[in-house]
């Protein structure tokens, strides 16, 4: 089955500058990647996807890029603020499922 | 996007008894997730409920311990059953974005503390 890989597993940044989060997936099936944003107590909210038809996107501070060929994918924030501080899932969605695979996590703290 | 309802939002239960987590979704979905968030940990699948059908459950999970109802399009529960402390957990209900956006929404979560 899908195995989903996420690293770092925490990051400290400086307020204003940018954090890249990475995940790698094991099923090249695999055409959705979304990413999910955890503030503590709260549900997963989703910040970003990205379909395996698409090499990049962006929004805003926040961007995710593909790479289907090497299995891989990641999160770009840039600017960073205080309230960017959280935990942020990658997934992997196989084509056809909606099961989503969730990456480990990573623990972002934007230090003011 | 799918407002979804969970409740209760958090419950301490004494081992041996089981607690029901209701979902109820403001508009119709065909698939309904179920996840596990253990403590500081990431989100693992435990069942999709489909309407109509028995839920599919991941392994590791099985139906003795996690029954699921689905009896309509906007509903679901899910009951944690002959509870241990290992079961103290998030548990959260999903569904998939509606209009083919891409993204599940989540519910709440329901935090289950095993005494």
């Known amino acids: 089955g899908e195995n989903v890989e996420q690293h770092p597993s925490t990051l400290s940044v400086q307020e204003g500058d940018s954090a890249v989060i990475k995940c790698t997936y094991s099923?090249?099936?695999?055409?959705?990647f979304p990413w999910y944003k955890q503030e503590l107590g709260k549900r997963p909210q989703l910040i970003i996807d990205?379909?395996?038809?698409?090499g990049e996107k962006k929004d805003q501070r926040i961007a995710v890029t593909l790479n289907k060929t090497a299995k891989h994918f990641s999160l770009h924030i840039t600017e960073t603020q205080p309230e960017d501080s959280a935990v942020y899932f990658c997934?992997?969605?196989?084509?056809?499922?909606?099961?989503?695979?969730f990456g480990t996590g990573t623990r972002l703290k934007v230090l003011a | 996007s799918a407002v979804i309802s969970q409740k209760p939002s958090r419950d301490i239960c004494q081992r041996g008894t089981s607690l029901t987590i209701q979902c109820q979704v403001d508009?119709?979905?065909?698939?309904m997730f179920w996840y596990r968030q253990q403590p500081g940990q990431s989100l693992t699948l435990i069942a999709t409920?489909?309407?109509?059908?028995?839920?599919?459950?991941e392994s590791g999970f099985v139906i003795d311990k996690f029954p699921i109802s689905r009896p309509n399009l906007t509903f679901s529960t899910l009951t944690v059953s002959n509870m241990s402390p290992e079961d103290s957990s998030i548990y959260l209900c999903?569904?998939?974005?509606?209009?083919?956006?891409?993204?599940?929404?989540f519910g709440s979560g329901t935090r289950l503390t095993v005494v």
């Open positions: 099923d090249s099936a695999s055409n959705y």
């Open positions: 999903s569904v998939e974005a509606t209009g083919g956006a891409g993204g599940y929404t």
């Open positions: 409920a489909n309407q109509g059908s028995e839920a599919t459950y």
């Open positions: 508009s119709q979905v065909t698939m």
């Open positions: 990205i379909r395996s038809n698409v």
């Open positions: 997934a992997a969605v196989h084509s056809g499922t909606y099961k989503y695979i």
